[in-house]
């Protein structure tokens, strides 16, 4: 069975500072993919990051990076420079073969102190 | 692009009356449309999957006769909530995916819907 897990109910980071939201999956299938999602009070869900399970290299977008460790099956979000606005939920997910159905971990909600 | 539409972004009701939840593609067709229940301080659990024209696949313990999902185009999925109960207060949110193969689908979320029922 397909599994994501967040360990973290809660974070803080100081303004500028990076921090690592941590994610391990579960999967037998050989083809997933790997996403993370911001949630803000609003409610809104933002795409941040995406690495496919073939992915030779780690994705990077802007401030966010996926440190994927396939062996270990983790995706780890990193925030470089942490903002005020930065301060949301974050949830990982996994998609996966059999009818790209996502699952989401439990979430980590990050605060950032200024 | 690739925006989903979804309204309305919160409501109250009443008791045993029925609640319509829409989502809209904008900008891509839909053919696909998930959609996830959230209570609060807690992940997004799916509830179903909607294929236009034809009927909704729901998960495991989703009355599927309380939560009545249409999806009659490639651009619109609606979710009534039947005969709704304060339990069933929650943010409803859905999801579409666009472009991409296999496992390298995007997905684009509507803002949510928070349901109140008194």
């Known amino acids: 069975a397909q599994k994501i897990t967040q360990t973290q109910p809660g974070m803080f980071v100081q303004e500028k500072e990076a921090v690592t939201l941590d994610c391990t999956y579960d999967?037998?299938?050989?083809?997933?993919?790997l996403f993370w999602y911001k949630q803000p009070s609003s409610g809104e869900m933002i795409f941040l990051i995406y690495?496919?399970?073939?992915?030779?290299q780690n994705a990077t977008e802007g401030r966010y990076s996926l440190n994927f460790q396939k062996a270990r099956k983790s995706a780890n979000l990193v925030i470089s420079a942490s903002q005020l606005g930065d301060s949301a939920m974050y949830f990982c997910?996994?998609?996966?073969?059999?009818?790209?159905?996502?699952?989401f971990g439990a979430g980590t909600r990050l605060f950032v102190k200024a | 692009g690739a925006v989903v539409s979804q309204h309305p972004s919160w409501v109250i009701c009443k008791s045993g009356t029925s609640v319509k939840i829409e989502c809209r593609s904008l900008?891509?067709?839909?053919?696909?449309m998930f959609w996830y229940r959230q209570f609060p301080k807690q992940s997004l659990m799916l509830m179903a999957t909607?294929?236009?024209?034809?009927?909704?696949?729901?998960e495991q313990g989703v009355e599927k006769d309380k939560f009545l999902i249409n999806h009659a185009s490639l651009t619109l999925s609606t979710l009534t909530v039947t005969s709704a109960h304060p339990e069933d207060s929650s943010f409803y949110i859905c999801?579409?995916?666009?472009?991409?193969?296999?496992?390298?689908?995007?997905?684009?979320f509507g803002s949510g819907t928070r349901l109140t029922v008194v």
């Open positions: 999801s579409a995916p666009w472009g991409g193969t296999g496992d390298n689908y995007g997905y684009t």
């Open positions: 999967t037998s299938d050989p083809s997933y993919g």
């Open positions: 690495q496919g399970s073939y992915d030779q």
């Open positions: 997910a996994m998609t996966y073969t059999g009818g790209f159905k996502t699952i």
């Open positions: 900008d891509f067709q839909a053919t696909t």
């Open positions: 909607s294929n236009e024209g034809s009927k909704a696949t729901y």
